[in-house]
């Protein structure tokens, strides 16, 4: 069910020694009050038990060591930004936080409507991003909803991870009175054909910009649609190589240093993005040009 191995390495400084007799690892249910639920394989190896509220690990270290991981503290947490109609009531866009706990066996969901403030920046749940006042979420379905490691995740989930978001909010944004403009005076073409493709090639879009925001971060964002300012790409084959303009523009200008990205990291993540990443990544924040008359 979990990387025990990585849990007994990552919690080293945790770990207590045992002072009982036994020396098999796989003999201390009794000692531990707990049910053997995964054997150690050898002695390099760890054992775990389940004590009920905790999974007891068992290893080798500095001589035999225990480590008691608390099971309300092994959940995952996934943030996803909706743009498409998924069957939720919150009207769309919407922040969508996913809680899932395998040992406890807890699973809940939160959303938040994105919106603009009157300046024209986005609002999670009508609350600024990386402001100081966060938006309420409860998680009463989860037994350890009110615990401080999980608010404490949450805290940073609201402060370092959503803000992130921000340059698919402004697009989506931006995209949207895009599209009620070119509705108003370009209507979709009747043939069926071609609107599967335009509906294709925008599903296409939305989740590849899902994965981006996961790969760059707000500033590496902000850099790259810096670049995107000033470049019109005329046909879809021009697309490919974005990386080539962002050195360019590090070389001459040091954007970089204007907003303390790591330069090398940052093109060496983009060298390895995919043609339908980049196209999507020019869709996202590239500004909005004027339709010649």
């Given at each position: 069910?979990?990387?025990?191995?990585?849990?007994?390495?990552?919690?080293?400084?945790?770990?207590?020694?045992?002072?009982?007799?036994?020396?098999?690892?796989?003999?201390?249910?009794?000692?531990?009050?707990?049910t053997l639920v995964h054997p150690a394989k050898d002695e390099a190896g760890v054992?775990?038990?389940?004590?009920?509220?905790?999974?007891?690990?068992?290893?080798?270290?500095?001589?035999?060591?225990?480590?008691?991981?608390?099971?309300?503290?092994?959940?995952?947490?996934?943030?996803?930004?909706?743009?498409?109609?998924?069957?939720?009531?919150?009207?769309?866009?919407?922040?969508?936080?996913?809680?899932?706990?395998?040992?406890?066996?807890?699973?809940?969901?939160?959303?938040?409507?994105?919106?603009?403030?009157?300046?024209?920046?986005?609002?999670?749940?009508?609350?600024?991003?990386?402001?100081?006042?966060?938006?309420?979420?409860?998680?009463?379905?989860?037994?350890?909803?009110?615990?401080?490691?999980?608010?404490?995740?949450?805290?940073?989930?609201?402060?370092?991870?959503?803000?992130?978001?921000?340059?698919?909010?402004?697009?989506?944004?931006?995209?949207?009175?895009?599209?009620?403009?070119?509705?108003?005076?370009?209507?979709?073409?009747?043939?069926?054909?071609?609107?599967?493709m335009l509906e294709r090639y925008a599903e296409i879009v939305h989740r590849e910009?899902?994965?981006?925001?996961?790969?760059?971060?707000?500033?590496?964002?902000?850099?790259?649609?810096?670049?995107?300012?000033?470049?019109?790409?005329?046909?879809?084959?021009?697309?490919?190589?974005?990386?080539?303009a962002v050195e360019a523009r590090l070389i001459h200008d040091e954007l970089d240093?204007?907003?303390?990205?790591?330069?090398?990291?940052?093109?060496?993540?983009?060298?390895?993005?995919?043609?339908?990443?980049?196209?999507?990544?020019?869709?996202?924040?590239?500004?909005?040009?004027?339709?010649?008359?």
């Amino acid at each position: 069910m979990y990387d025990w191995d990585a849990l007994w390495h990552e919690h080293a400084g945790y770990r207590t020694g045992y002072t009982g007799e036994k020396n098999d690892l796989n003999e201390l249910a009794e000692e531990l009050s707990g049910t053997l639920v995964h054997p150690a394989k050898d002695e390099a190896g760890v054992a775990v038990y389940d004590s009920g509220d905790n999974y007891v690990l068992v290893g080798h270290g500095d001589g035999m060591q225990i480590l008691d991981v608390p099971k309300h503290a092994l959940f995952d947490i996934t943030l996803r930004f909706i743009t498409e109609d998924e069957g939720a009531v919150t009207p769309l866009p919407y922040v969508e936080i996913l809680v899932d706990n395998l040992a406890t066996g807890d699973e809940a969901v939160w959303r938040g409507e994105v919106t603009q403030g009157d300046d024209g920046a986005p609002l999670v749940a009508g609350c600024p991003l990386r402001g100081t006042l966060q938006p309420d979420m409860p998680f009463t379905e989860l037994s350890f909803g009110r615990g401080e490691r999980f608010r404490a995740a949450l805290h940073q989930l609201w402060q370092e991870d959503i803000p992130q978001l921000k340059p698919l909010m402004e697009a989506w944004f931006k995209g949207e009175k895009a599209r009620v403009m070119d509705s108003a005076s370009q209507p979709l073409p009747d043939d069926i054909r071609t609107r599967e493709m335009l509906e294709r090639y925008a599903e296409i879009v939305h989740r590849e910009q899902a994965v981006l925001s996961r790969l760059f971060s707000d500033n590496e964002l902000h850099l790259i649609a810096e670049v995107l300012r000033d470049i019109h790409f005329e046909t879809a084959a021009s697309c490919r190589g974005v990386w080539l303009a962002v050195e360019a523009r590090l070389i001459h200008d040091e954007l970089d240093r204007k907003l303390e990205v790591d330069a090398q990291a940052l093109l060496e993540r983009m060298k390895t993005l995919s043609f339908a990443q980049e196209v999507a990544m020019i869709e996202a924040l590239s500004p909005v040009r004027p339709q010649p008359d």
